[in-house]
């Protein structure tokens, strides 16, 4: 039960960075558009975000300091400031389209307008960040999270095709949607699934525990448990897309199409039970980017920070959660799109990763920090080739964003 327990930060990090509010629509439209085609990407994505989380996941446990603070230290003012303006921006970002989705939850739920479900998300948000103590806040959202498993559910109660998606998920192809669009979508899932915010709050959320290396077990038994059932909820979302919406023709552009299969197969508590888990993922991504964005600035700065401090304590890191908080409240009050702003996000956060990911690596290998904790030959060989990839993202990102015109 323990080790269960200590698995709800990776199950929180991971619902935040593979089921948030943009990836609910990017799945299900992967699945519609493409069948299961893109399986291969979210397989990629959960072994990189494995292996990076679980090199932040020591360096917090065997220094107790989080990842930022030592890349300021390591790499210096200029290179750290560079990647807090990069990651801030995003996260802010991400914010706002997290908060979207819970008011797009609430909308799904009630039937009132989803913006002015906006305020109280917001408001919501900032009450749990300021009152909640982290470990509850982790394991409350966290497991609630979960409910997403009514899309895999659902695959069984549904006529599926057990044999076709097999061969879908195996002979990836275009699908006569065109490879720009094609490459567009794997681009936007693979740095959904590795988003900057995530090691940044493992390794933090590691720090607000007090892991030490006596917790080291424990920490790779959170990473090696809580990310890949992210990205097994990310993949029942597509397979039920790709069994319902795809042979009807449907295309998929907010929440309702998403929960479709899942009303299609149960009905009113189907739909009931998708409300709540959208509710959840939404709203447990809101806290992880927003305190992200505080940690970020915080450990930068040389700041006291944590939900562990007071806020009398810890001002101005509680100041910059709750500017943050505003930000993305206000972002949304334009009536700007939370999907279509957090899809033109995902590529922002692709040509961003490179900032994130280099210096964890650098950082790991680093004796002066972890002694002969430092990566071993076989992890090494993997980071690198899976920088390969993040840069390679970073790289083709904006121009499959232009060519493509996001995707169409």
């Known amino acids: 039960m323990r080790k269960l327990l200590a698995a709800t930060l990776g199950i929180l990090s991971a619902v935040g960075g593979f089921v948030d509010i943009g990836d609910l629509v990017a799945a299900g439209q992967a699945g519609a558009r493409f069948g299961m085609a893109h399986t291969w990407v979210l397989l990629l994505g959960v072994v990189a975000i494995c292996a990076y989380a679980e090199m932040a996941g020591r360096i917090a446990a065997v220094t107790g300091r989080a990842v930022f603070d030592l890349v300021r230290e390591r790499l210096g003012a200029r290179m750290a400031l560079l990647n807090l303006v990069a990651s801030y921006l995003v996260t802010v970002i991400t914010l706002a389209a997290e908060l979207g989705g819970v008011a797009l939850a609430l909308r799904l739920a009630t039937g009132v307008p989803y913006l002015l479900w906006v305020p109280v998300a917001g408001i919501a948000v900032w009450l749990v960040l300021w009152r909640m103590r982290f470990p509850v806040m982790e394991r409350v959202f966290g497991l609630a999270g979960l409910a997403l498993v009514v899309f895999a559910v659902a695959l069984f109660w549904l006529p599926t095709d057990w044999a076709a998606l097999g061969r879908g998920a195996v002979t990836p192809g275009d699908s006569g949607q065109g490879w720009g669009a094609y490459w567009f979508v794997a681009v936007a899932l693979f740095a959904s699934t590795v988003s900057p915010y995530e090691v940044f709050f493992f390794s933090s959320g590691g720090v607000e525990e007090r892991w030490s290396a006596t917790d080291l077990a424990d920490a790779r038994f959170s990473v090696l448990v809580g990310f890949p059932v992210g990205g097994f909820l990310a993949l029942s979302l597509m397979a039920t897309a790709t069994v319902v919406l795809r042979p009807a023709g449907l295309s998929v552009d907010g929440l309702d199409q998403v929960a479709h299969p899942v009303v299609l197969a149960f009905g009113s508590v189907g739909l009931a039970v998708a409300a709540l888990a959208f509710f959840a993922v939404t709203f447990g991504a809101a806290l992880e980017t927003g305190l992200s964005a505080a940690y970020a600035a915080a450990q930068y700065f040389g700041w006291q920070w944590g939900k562990r401090v007071s806020p009398h304590e810890a001002a101005r890191f509680h100041?910059?959660?709750l500017?943050?908080?505003?930000l993305g409240v206000l972002a949304l009050l334009t009536t700007v799109d939370p999907v279509t702003l957090t899809e033109y996000m995902l590529i922002i956060s692709a040509v961003a990763l490179p900032l994130t990911y280099l210096p964890i690596l650098v950082v790991?290998?680093?004796r002066t920090y972890l002694g002969d904790r430092v990566n071993g030959r076989a992890l090494n060989l993997l980071g690198a080739v899976l920088l390969l990839?993040?840069?390679a993202a970073?790289?083709?990102?904006?121009?499959?964003?232009?060519?493509?015109?996001?995707?169409q």
């Open 319 to 321: 100041t910059v959660l």
């Open 323 to 326: 500017v943050s908080v505003l």
């Open 389 to 391: 990839v993040i840069l």
């Open 394 to 407: 970073s790289i083709v990102a904006v121009p499959l964003a232009i060519g493509t015109r996001m995707g």
């Open 364 to 366: 790991a290998n680093d």
